[in-house]
C-alpha cells in the first residue's frame, strides 16, 4: 500500500443516467445535495452496448453545468471502431476530458462482442486516436472479475488497462478491505502505480444489495449476510447497521492508505452524505 498512501486523495460519486423528465429532476436535486460535499467530480453509467449513450451525454452535460466535473462512461463491447471514435469526439468537442473505459456487458440477445474484446483493447484505441485529451479510468477487482480463469489472468488483464494507457481505476464495491490491500499489494509487485481507488457501496436494502453482489460477483461476507437477512423487513435497521459498517469500512481503507473513495449512491444522496459526513472527508 505504499505506492497508494503516497497518491493525493480524490473522492467521487456515481450516477446513472435517469429515463424519465422526473427522474432528471431527481437526479439533479441529487446531485446539488452531493455537490456540497465536494466532490472531485461526478461519474455517469453507460448502458450495456451503449444504451444509455445519449443520456449519459446529456446527464453529464447537466451536471455540467451546474458548475461540476462530471465524467461519462464508455463501454467497447459490442459496437465498432467508427462507433467509439464518433462518440470520443462528441465528448471533445463538448469539453469532456475525463472518461471511465469499460469493456461493458453484452445487451440481452446480442452474441457478437463486437470489434473490441476487452477494455484494454478501448483504451489502446482511445490513446491513438485522441492521445492525451482524455483522464482515462479504467475498473479494478479486488476479488477478481467474476469471468477471470483466475486470479493471476485478472491482475494481468489489468496490468494490461494500465499499460494500454489507463490514468487511474476505480474498484468494483466490496465488503472486505483485506481483499483490496492483497490486490494493492499484488500491483505494487507488477510496478503498478496508478491511483486505484476503493468503490463503495452503501447498504440500504439487502435485496437490492444481493440482487447487485450476485451479478457482479462481489462478495458479502457471511456475517453481514446473515445480520442484514436477520433485520427482515426492518429498514431502520438495516440503514443503521449499514452505514455503521460501511464506515468502518472506510475509515479502515483511509488509515491504510487507499488514495480516496468513489461512492456508488443508485441515484440516492442520503446514504452517501451521512457516511461522508460521519468520515469527515
Given at each position: 500500500m505504499k505506492t497508494q498512501a503516497a497518491l493525493?486523495?480524490?473522492?467521487?460519486?456515481?450516477?446513472f443516467p435517469p429515463n424519465t423528465p422526473e427522474g432528471k429532476d431527481k437526479l439533479l436535486a441529487t446531485a446539488a445535495q452531493l455537490a456540497a460535499l465536494k466532490p472531485k467530480f461526478f461519474s455517469v453509467t453507460y448502458g450495456a452496448g451503449g444504451s444509455t449513450r445519449e443520456r449519459t451525454?446529456?446527464?453529464?452535460?447537466d451536471i455540467r453545468k451546474t458548475g461540476h466535473a462530471a465524467a461519462p462512461h464508455i463501454s467497447c463491447v459490442a459496437s465498432s471502431r467508427d462507433n467509439i471514435r464518433e462518440w470520443l469526439q462528441r465528448y471533445k468537442d463538448n469539453g469532456i476530458k475525463h472518461l471511465v473505459a469499460l469493456r461493458g456487458d453484452l445487451p440481452s440477445g446480442i452474441a457478437a462482442a463486437g470489434e473490441f474484446r476487452y477494455a484494454n483493447e478501448l483504451v489502446e484505441f482511445i490513446r491513438r486516436e485522441f492521445g492525451d485529451t482524455f483522464h482515462i479510468e479504467v475498473a479494478a477487482y479486488p476479488e477478481f472479475h467474476p469471468q477471470a480463469k483466475s486470479a493471476q489472468d485478472d491482475l494481468a488483464s489489468f496490468r494490461r488497462k494500465v499499460e494500454a494507457g489507463a490514468d487511474s481505476a476505480i474498484t468494483q464495491y466490496f465488503y472486505n478491505a483485506d481483499a483490496y490491500y492483497r490486490f494493492?499489494?499484488?500491483?505494487?509487485?507488477?510496478?503498478i502505480a496508478i491511483p486505484i481507488v476503493p468503490g463503495i457501496m452503501p447498504i440500504g436494502r439487502?435485496?437490492?444489495?444481493?440482487?447487485?453482489?450476485?451479478?457482479?460477483?462481489?462478495e458479502i461476507p457471511r456475517w453481514m449476510r446473515k445480520r442484514l437477512e436477520g433485520f427482515g423487513d426492518d429498514a431502520e435497521s438495516i440503514?443503521?447497521?449499514g452505514l455503521d459498517v460501511v464506515?468502518?469500512?472506510c475509515e479502515a481503507l483511509l488509515k491504510n492508505g487507499a488514495p480516496g473513495l468513489h461512492f456508488y449512491t443508485l441515484n440516492q444522496a442520503g446514504l452517501t452524505t451521512a457516511i461522508w459526513q460521519r468520515l469527515g472527508i
Open positions: 493525493p486523495r480524490t473522492f467521487s460519486v456515481e450516477f451525454l446529456d446527464t453529464v452535460l494493492i499489494d499484488e500491483c505494487e509487485k507488477m510496478n439487502f435485496s437490492q444489495l444481493a440482487r447487485f453482489s450476485d451479478a457482479c460477483g462481489a440503514r443503521a447497521f464506515t468502518a469500512l
